[in-house]
């Protein structure tokens, strides 16, 4: 019994000793890196104690995914985990989309100037303002997605495009004011995009896509998916300048037929759209519960 009370006790003083470790050089770094964001936060409720700790974590974290607390975080868990943060490269807010404002993120990316990664995936509540703060403090910002953010304009895109010669991956689906020229401007200051998205705009026409070729040709991965106006002067010239393309996305792109894309098939560039014979047969074996065999030498 005694040797039970003294393990206990041992026990109970091992966790007692846990906040006694040096927290910027132990626990922050070697500890609390490998918890998930939604079990830091649950932490700051345990005591005062671990709340300083977890907030000495959350302000020098370089990392932050706010998908991991979960689809309904917060606004004001929100504005107090990144509060006296200064040191972020990576920033994901796509789950905050319902609420999100420049009044809330704005701070943020002023006091933020190393961002390198930023998801702002379908918050439509945002303004240019942001994009063009954005732009300003963060120089070395290499990846960006603005998918379905419909208050992207020409003026915003320049001045990111002006000030972040560092892209490497832009995503644009769904920026619907976007024009040829606005993709013009953006690969002509920006040539060293290697994944590009331009999905979902009606206004991109073969003369963007075509310059986007000539000029990025470090390009790996193109998403043109419903561009309608596009037709297969723009596929050939991507086939002949983008040598690195590794996959494209030209679904519900009507006017771009086999013809062309099979060259770059040929090439080895995974495509979203089947080659007409193999559409043929899927659909065959939908109707009929199996691929017949075709003798295609016929």
Same mark, same amino acid.
Request: with cysteine; glycine share 4%.
């Given at each position: 019994?005694?040797?039970?009370?003294?393990?206990?006790?041992?026990?109970?003083?091992?966790?007692?000793?846990?906040?006694?470790?040096?927290?910027?050089?132990?626990?922050?770094?070697?500890?609390?890196?490998?918890?998930?964001?939604?079990?830091?936060?649950?932490?700051?409720?345990?005591?005062?104690?671990?709340?300083?700790?977890?907030?000495?974590?959350?302000?020098?974290?370089?990392?932050?995914?706010?998908?991991?607390?979960?689809?309904?975080?917060?606004?004001?868990?929100?504005?107090? !985990?990144?509060?006296?943060?200064?040191?972020?490269?990576?920033?994901?807010?796509?789950?905050?989309?319902?609420?999100?404002?420049?009044?809330?993120?704005?701070?943020?990316?002023?006091?933020?100037?190393?961002?390198?990664?930023?998801?702002?995936?379908?918050?439509?509540?945002?303004?240019?303002?942001?994009?063009?703060?954005?732009?300003?403090?963060?120089?070395?910002?290499?990846?960006?997605?603005?998918?379905?953010?419909?208050?992207?304009?020409?003026?915003?895109?320049?001045?990111?495009?002006?000030?972040?010669?560092?892209?490497?991956?832009?995503?644009?689906?769904?920026?619907?004011?976007?024009?040829?020229?606005?993709?013009?401007?953006?690969?002509?200051?920006?040539?060293?995009?290697?994944?590009?998205?331009?999905?979902?705009?009606?206004?991109?026409?073969?003369?963007?896509?075509?310059?986007?070729?000539?000029?990025?040709?470090?390009?790996?991965?193109?998403?043109?998916?419903?561009?309608?106006?596009?037709?297969?002067?723009?596929?050939?010239?991507?086939?002949?300048?983008?040598?690195?393309?590794?996959?494209?996305?030209?679904?519900?792109?009507?006017?771009?037929?086999?013809?062309?894309?099979?060259?770059?098939?040929?090439?080895?560039?995974?495509?979203?759209?089947?080659?007409?014979?193999?559409?043929?047969?899927?659909?065959?074996?939908?109707?009929?519960?199996?691929?017949?065999? !075709?003798?295609?030498?016929?």
């Amino acid at each position: 019994v005694e040797e039970e009370e003294e393990e206990g006790e041992c026990h109970g003083d091992s966790r007692c000793q846990l906040l006694e470790l040096p927290w910027e050089d132990v626990l922050v770094p070697h500890v609390l890196c490998h918890l998930p964001l939604c079990q830091l936060v649950s932490l700051q409720r345990v005591s005062k104690q671990f709340r300083n700790l977890i907030q000495v974590y959350l302000t020098n974290c370089h990392s932050l995914d706010t998908s991991q607390l979960g689809a309904a975080i917060p606004k004001s868990a929100f504005c107090r !985990i990144l509060r006296d943060n200064s040191v972020l490269h990576h920033l994901v807010v796509h789950s905050c989309s319902d609420w999100l404002t420049d009044l809330e993120l704005l701070p943020v990316i002023g006091q933020n100037h190393h961002l390198e990664k930023v998801d702002m995936t379908g918050c439509r509540g945002l303004s240019r303002r942001t994009l063009v703060a954005l732009s300003l403090t963060c120089p070395n910002l290499q990846q960006l997605s603005l998918r379905q953010c419909d208050w992207v304009d020409s003026l915003s895109l320049r001045s990111l495009a002006d000030r972040c010669s560092r892209l490497v991956s832009i995503d644009l689906t769904a920026c619907k004011q976007l024009n040829d020229e606005a993709v013009c401007y953006l690969v002509r200051k920006c040539p060293k995009i290697r994944s590009l998205s331009l999905a979902v705009n009606a206004n991109i026409s073969d003369g963007s896509v075509q310059e986007v070729a000539k000029l990025c040709t470090e390009l790996e991965h193109l998403d043109l998916t419903g561009c309608l106006r596009l037709r297969n002067e723009s596929i050939r010239t991507v086939a002949e300048y983008c040598t690195k393309l590794s996959s494209l996305k030209v679904n519900h792109c009507h006017n771009i037929t086999e013809g062309c894309l099979e060259v770059l098939r040929k090439k080895g560039v995974d495509i979203d759209v089947e080659p007409p014979m193999q559409r043929a047969l899927v659909l065959l074996q939908d109707v009929v519960g199996f691929a017949p065999y !075709i003798n295609l030498q016929i």
